[in-house]
C-alpha cells in the first residue's frame, strides 16, 4: 500500500473514494457532502460508526475526537469497510492546521495495522484491493508550503507500523515453523539486509561456555536445541546503547508443571517479548536512530521428556545466583534470567526487557495493557507518555520490600515462584531483579506484554492473534530520547 501526500484540496484529488472522518457527529465540516443521506442512516458520528455510501463513493467513520490514536481507529474502521470492494486509490484528508505530523502518522498507522492479516496457511487468501491512499494536506496548506515534516511522518510512520506487522508474523507463526534455529534464523537474514546492523547466535555449546545453567534447564527436554540471539544495530558515532531482552519461548507446554489442554492452545505467543525485541531493532536500523540498540533473545521450547527439569532442582545463573525450581511453568524468568546477566555486560544506559511473562498481569490489567515495572519513576514515566502516543495501553505495577521476601528460599539464593498467590506480576519482576546489575537497575524497565501480546478477538486497530505488543511504544520512546539529544544539542550549540 503507497501511501501520498498532497498540498491538493481534497476535492481536487483524483480517487476511487473519499473517506471523510465527522468529530463527534458534527455535520457541518465543509468535507461532509452527503447530511441527507448520513441522516436517513441514522450515522451518528461516534467513535467507529461507519456509513459507507457506494452510490457517491464515499465513506464516513466517526471519531469523538482528532486525538491520535482515534484516528488510526477511524482509518482501520474504514479500510476494513472497503476491504471487498475493488477500489484501488483512497483519499482522506489531514483534519489539521498547523502541524501535519500527528494525524499523517496515524493515518498511516491505522491503514497499515489495521488492515495486516496472517494468511499463509489460508487456502483462499483475501487480498486488499487499495493500492495507494492519497493524504490532503488542504487545511495546512494555506498556512505554508513546507510539506518535508509530512513526507517524514509518512516514512517513519511506514517503519512503525511495518516492523509491528513482523512481530505479529513471528509471533502468529506456529512452533512447528518457529523453532528457536528458525528464529534465529529469521533474525540473522533480517540482519543481512540492514545496514550497521550484525547478528550472532549461540548455540547449546555457548550457553554451557557462558554458565546458563538456567536457560539450558529449560531447554533441555525438547528436540529443538536452544539459541541465544544477539542483534546489534551499531551506527556511527552513537551516544547512547540501548538493550532490549526479548524471551523466546517458541512454545510453553509449562513443562513436568504441565498446563491444562486449553491453557497451551495460543503458547506459540510466548515468543511474543522475543518478537518485540527483534523488531524494535529492525525499527531502529530502518528509522537511522543515533543510538546504538540492542536486541538479546533467549529461544527455547519448555517440554517434557526424561531429562526435562524438574521442581525441586536447583539452578544456577550466569550470574552465579542458585534458583530453586517450584514449578517449571515459570520458566520465562528462568531464561531471562541468564538474558538478562548477558545483557548488563553490554554496559547499557538503557535497559529493556520484554515477555509474556504473567497470567497475573493479566489480571491486574486486562488483555489490552502492558504492565510497566522498575525502580526509576522517571523512566516508568517516559515510557508510558511514549506508550501513549503509539496508542499502545499501559499501567504501572509497583515494587515494593514486601512481596520481594515472598522469593525467599530455604535451600537456594532465591526461587522461582512466590510462596504467595497475590502480586504475582511484581514478584516476577522482583525475581528478574536479582539478575540486573545494581549500577543498571535505575536505567532497567520489565514489560510484561502477557495481556495484549496475543489477543484470540480482534479489538481496536488488531487483528485476531498477535498484536505486536512493545514495539511501537519502545521505537516512540527511542524518538523521544533522540528528540531529546538533538535539542540538549542544539541549546549547547
Given at each position: 500500500m503507497k501511501f501520498t501526500v498532497t498540498e491538493k484540496k481534497l476535492d481536487a484529488v483524483q480517487a476511487d473514494c473519499e473517506i471523510v472522518i465527522v468529530v463527534d457527529g458534527n455535520l457541518e465540516h465543509k468535507w461532509v457532502k452527503d447530511r441527507d443521506d448520513l441522516e436517513t442512516l441514522q450515522f451518528k458520528g461516534k467513535l467507529e460508526d461507519v456509513a459507507f455510501l457506494p452510490h457517491c463513493h464515499r465513506l464516513y467513520v466517526g471519531v469523538d475526537t482528532l486525538e491520535r490514536d482515534e484516528i488510526r481507529l477511524a482509518v482501520a474502521a474504514a479500510l476494513n469497510a472497503l476491504k471487498k470492494t475493488q477500489y484501488k486509490k483512497v483519499k482522506i484528508g489531514s483534519y489539521v492546521k498547523d502541524c501535519p505530523v500527528t494525524n499523517?502518522?496515524?493515518?498511516?498507522?491505522?491503514?497499515?495495522?489495521?488492515?495486516?492479516?496472517?494468511?499463509?496457511?489460508?487456502?483462499?487468501?483475501?487480498?486488499l484491493n487499495i493500492e495507494e491512499i492519497i493524504i490532503s494536506l488542504e487545511e495546512y496548506a494555506?498556512?505554508?508550503?513546507?510539506?518535508?515534516?509530512?513526507?517524514?511522518?509518512?516514512?517513519?510512520?511506514?517503519?512503525?507500523?511495518?516492523?509491528?506487522?513482523?512481530?505479529?508474523?513471528?509471533?502468529?507463526?506456529?512452533?512447528?515453523?518457529?523453532?528457536?534455529?528458525?528464529?534465529?534464523?529469521?533474525a540473522a537474514e533480517m540482519a543481512k539486509d540492514l545496514e550497521d546492523v550484525t547478528c550472532f547466535v549461540g548455540d547449546e555449546n555457548f550457553l554451557e561456555e557462558q554458565q546458563m545453567g538456567a536457560f539450558l534447564a529449560v531447554s533441555r527436554a525438547s528436540t529443538h536445541a536452544p539459541r541465544l540471539i544477539h542483534l546489534t544495530y551499531k551506527p556511527q558515532n552513537a551516544q547512547k546503547r540501548f538493550v532490549f531482552v526479548g524471551k523466546g519461548l517458541t512454545y510453553?507446554?509449562?513443562?513436568?508443571?504441565?498446563?491444562?489442554?486449553?491453557?497451551?492452545?495460543?503458547?506459540?505467543?510466548?515468543?511474543?517479548?522475543?518478537?518485540?525485541?527483534?523488531?524494535?531493532?529492525?525499527?531502529?536500523?530502518?528509522l537511522k536512530l543515533p543510538f546504538e540498540v540492542h536486541a538479546i533473545v533467549g529461544a527455547c521450547e519448555n517440554m517434557i521428556?526424561?531429562?526435562?527439569?524438574?521442581?525441586?532442582?536447583?539452578?544456577?545463573?550466569?550470574?552465579?545466583?542458585?534458583?530453586?525450581?517450584?514449578?517449571?511453568?515459570?520458566?520465562?524468568?528462568?531464561?531471562?534470567?541468564?538474558?538478562?546477566?548477558?545483557?548488563?555486560?553490554?554496559?547499557?544506559?538503557?535497559l529493556i526487557d520484554l515477555a509474556t511473562l504473567?497470567?497475573?498481569?493479566?489480571?491486574?490489567?486486562?488483555?489490552?495493557?502492558?504492565?510497566?515495572?522498575?525502580?526509576?519513576?522517571?523512566?516508568?514515566?517516559?515510557?508510558?507518555?511514549?506508550?501513549?502516543?503509539?496508542?499502545?495501553?499501559?499501567?504501572?505495577?509497583?515494587?515494593?520490600?514486601?512481596?520481594?521476601?515472598?522469593?525467599?528460599?530455604?535451600?537456594?539464593?532465591?526461587?522461582n515462584i512466590s510462596s504467595s498467590r497475590y502480586g504475582g506480576a511484581i514478584t516476577a519482576a522482583l525475581f528478574l531483579d536479582n539478575f540486573v546489575d545494581e549500577p543498571y537497575k535505575e536505567k532497567w524497565l520489565h514489560l510484561d506484554i502477557a495481556g495484549p501480546a496475543y489477543v484470540e478477538k480482534t479489538w481496536g486497530y488488531n487483528q485476531y492473534g498477535a498484536s505486536g505488543a512493545g514495539v511501537r511504544m519502545c521505537l516512540y520512546w527511542l524518538k523521544d530520547q533522540a528528540s531529546t539529544k538533538n535539542a540538549h544539542h542544539k541549546k549547547e550549540q
Open positions: 499523517t502518522k496515524a493515518i498511516v498507522e491505522g491503514a497499515k495495522l489495521g488492515t495486516y492479516t496472517f494468511e499463509r496457511y489460508k487456502s483462499e487468501k483475501s487480498p494555506e498556512k505554508t508550503l513546507n510539506y518535508d515534516p509530512a513526507v517524514r511522518a509518512v516514512f517513519e510512520a511506514e517503519i512503525i507500523a511495518e516492523v509491528t506487522n513482523h512481530a505479529k508474523e513471528i509471533v502468529n507463526t506456529p512452533p512447528d515453523d518457529m523453532t528457536p534455529a528458525m528464529l534465529a534464523e529469521y510453553d507446554s509449562g513443562g513436568l508443571s504441565l498446563k491444562p489442554s486449553d491453557y497451551m492452545v495460543s503458547m506459540k505467543a510466548d515468543k511474543s517479548g522475543a518478537a518485540a525485541a527483534i523488531s524494535i531493532l529492525e525499527g531502529a536500523a530502518r521428556g526424561g531429562n526435562a527439569y524438574k521442581p525441586d532442582d536447583v539452578l544456577t545463573a550466569k550470574n552465579g545466583t542458585t534458583i530453586e525450581v517450584r514449578n517449571t511453568d515459570a520458566e520465562g524468568r528462568l531464561v531471562l534470567a541468564d538474558c538478562l546477566c548477558y545483557a548488563t555486560e553490554q554496559q547499557p544506559d538503557y504473567t497470567g497475573a498481569c493479566v489480571v491486574a490489567l486486562g488483555e489490552y495493557t502492558t504492565g510497566i515495572m522498575g525502580h526509576s519513576s522517571a523512566l516508568k514515566h517516559a515510557m508510558m507518555a511514549a506508550a501513549n502516543k503509539s496508542g499502545e495501553l499501559t499501567g504501572s505495577l509497583p515494587f515494593n520490600r514486601y512481596l520481594k521476601k515472598l522469593l525467599k528460599s530455604n535451600v537456594a539464593d532465591i526461587c
